[in-house]
C-alpha cells in the first residue's frame, strides 16, 4: 500500500497499524478510532469500509452496537469481538444492528481497544475496529495470540504525537504543578509560536502571555525560551 506523500508521521503510524492488521486477519475493512474523556469516538482513518456505513452507523445505529467504545471501555476490555458481545444490548437492538450491518455485507466486527498511563490513572484512548465481509475468514479465537497481536500494536502507538503530549502534560502537572493553561503555553512555546502567536493562538493577550511565562519559568526552574523548550523536549 503506497501512503501519500503529505501524511504525517504519527498518521502514517495509524495506517500502517491498520494496514498490518487488515492484512493479519485478512480481512477488507479497518477503521481507527480516538476515544475522548467523555467516551465519545471520534473517527481516524479508515480502510476499505463500504461506502455509507459510518455515517448511517453515528446517525442511526450507535446505541445498538454491542461494542460500543463507552461499554468496551466501562468494562475495561481490551479486545472484543461481536459474536460473543451481541448479548450485551437488548434482542431488538441486536437484530437491528446486525441486519443494519448485513445490509453493508459485514459479517462479524473485532475491536482492540488500546489503554495508557499507569495502574492507577489509566485511561482508553483509541480503538481499532476490523470488519470481516462476506467470504473473509473468522476471526481466531485464540486470546492469547490475540494478546499479544494487541500488545504489539499498542506499544508502537505510544509513540503517536497525542501520546507523547498527555505524557508531557501530565509529566508538567504532575512534577513541575503546572495549570492546564500553562501546559497549552509550553506546548506552543516547544514548536517556537511567538507570545503573539500563543496571545492569538489561546486567546489572550501579549501581556497575559508574559505573566504565564515568568509563572512557568519559576515553576520548572529555567528562564529562558530556549531552555524551556529543551526542559519539555526532555520530558518528551
Known amino acids: 500500500m503506497t501512503l501519500p506523500a503529505t501524511l504525517s508521521r504519527s498518521d502514517r503510524l495509524i495506517v500502517e497499524s491498520l494496514e498490518f492488521l487488515r492484512q493479519l486477519f485478512s480481512v477488507r475493512a479497518a477503521m ?3 476515544i475522548e474523556d467523555d467516551l ?9 469500509l463500504p461506502p455509507g456505513l459510518t455515517d448511517r452507523y453515528r446517525k442511526e445505529m450507535r446505541w ?3 461494542l460500543l467504545a463507552s461499554r468496551l471501555v466501562n468494562d475495561g476490555q481490551t479486545i472484543a469481538d461481536l459474536q460473543r458481545e451481541a448479548c450485551r444490548v437488548p434482542d431488538a ?3 437491528d444492528y446486525m441486519s443494519f450491518l448485513g445490509a453493508y455485507r459485514v459479517k462479524d466486527n473485532l475491536d482492540f481497544v488500546f489503554w495508557t ?15 470481516r465481509m462476506d467470504d473473509d475468514p473468522p476471526f481466531p479465537d485464540d486470546q492469547e495470540k490475540l494478546q499479544a497481536i494487541h ?6 502507538l505510544e509513540v503517536h ?3 507523547r503530549r498527555e505524557r508531557r502534560q501530565g509529566a508538567l502537572r504532575g512534577r513541575m504543578g503546572l495549570t492546564a493553561r ?3 503555553i509550553c506546548e506552543l512555546v516547544a514548536v517556537g509560536a511567538t507570545n503573539r502567536d500563543i496571545a492569538d493562538d489561546l486567546g489572550l493577550t501579549v501581556a497575559t502571555v508574559k505573566t504565564y511565562l515568568r509563572a512557568i519559568f519559576d515553576k520548572t526552574g529555567v528562564d529562558t525560551r530556549t531552555a524551556l523548550a529543551a526542559r519539555i523536549a526532555e520530558i518528551a
Open 32 to 34: 481507527f478510532y480516538w
Open 40 to 48: 465519545d469516538t471520534v473517527n481516524g482513518p479508515m480502510l476499505g
Open 64 to 66: 445498538h452496537d454491542p
Open 93 to 95: 437492538s441486536r437484530r
Open 117 to 131: 498511563g499507569e495502574a492507577d490513572r489509566r485511561h482508553a484512548f483509541a480503538g481499532a475496529s476490523l470488519l
Open 151 to 156: 500488545r504489539y500494536v499498542a506499544f508502537g
Open 161 to 163: 504525537d497525542k501520546l
Open 182 to 184: 500553562e501546559c497549552s
